[in-house]
């Protein structure tokens, strides 16, 4: 057996069976490459679901979590940390809210959102109690949580979870008009994913954000972002709201706010919305911990510093001429913003999964999503030279039968 059998079977044995991953066992990373068991590289086009944007083992964040695990780790929010201050100032000065409140993992930061919108709409816009409505839409991701797989349109996120938490309206991605029919006095917040990306890198129509936001604020609702994996850099832009001049009043963030170091998420919104937070009405043991903050901080600097998000929009381009220059009979199309493409095969291909399968073979990392499109999603770290290398690998995959 080789070691990557050994360790397959282990987690076989032991694990519970709630993932299908790639029958690959990494055991060490560098940038965009990964090695696994056997001592194999492979490119990696997945980047942990873009919370490695700021590639693996970034020599400035391992300096930075070594140093600060070794001063203090975790206080509790019970006490202060020299870290947390300049975490929130650092956030909120980058992305323009006045305040930020820290979690963990993207799910609860969407639970944070969601609490934070319901009080908001309790308590500043007035709705009767228990009566908030929050609009999300089809093809969601938000995360695991009961209350977040309430308002999954995913049936496999759901079945056997039930009973679910009402208070969620589902109505089609990108569908304004149904928007405008749903808008009533009850509607606290819409909830988006300003690009799907568990959906398949699925773009909304233009002009869908801004509409989204005209109707948030002629309702006196609150417009809510989820950018857990299109914020920071993956699309070209810092947040992908971006890309129609919008300002939500609720932005979450996840995924690469840490660099993937360690789980570090927050929401960020200004007085109004972080306003409905008094002591002891929400929280958590690790958020906003020393540790955390101080891996994040740098992790934002790196982003920054090394022009992260300009490279994902340039690259970006290049990536995406390069693929759609591709002739396979199996490609239907090439979608994608920044560093994030899909590409959508057609029926006739036979599912992703065996592209996917193939590519790790030749020594490149991709999952696929939702059966039919491979998803691109590298470090922003990436180079042309690694682009080029593999295009030209992904080229030879998808023009065989
Ligand atoms: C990954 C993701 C989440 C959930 O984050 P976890 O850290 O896995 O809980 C929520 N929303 C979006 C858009 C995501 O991509």
Redesign the pocket.
Known sequence: MSKTQEYIALEDSYGAHNYHPLDVVVSRADGVWVWDVDGNKYMDFLAA?SAVNQGHCHPRLVKVMAEQMCRVALTSRAFRNDQLGPFCKEVCELAGYARMLPMN???EA?ETAVKAARKWGYTVKGIADNQAEIIVFAGN????TTTIVSFSSDEDYRFGFGPFTPGFRILPYGDLDAVKLAMNPNVCAVLV?PIQ??AGIVAPPEGFLAGLRELTTEHNSLLVC?E??SGLGRTGRLFAFEHENVRPDIVII??ALSGGMY?V?AILADDEVMGVFKPGEHGSTFGGNPLGAAVAREALRVLVEEGMVERSAELGDYFMKRLRAISSPHVELIRGKGLWIGIVLNEAAGGARRFCEALQRDGLLCKETHETVIRVAPPLTITRDEIDWAVDLMARVLMAP
């Open positions: 679901y993992t993207g799910a969407v991701f938000h995360g695991r994913e990306g568990e989820d857990i994996q996840g995924k789980p998420s």
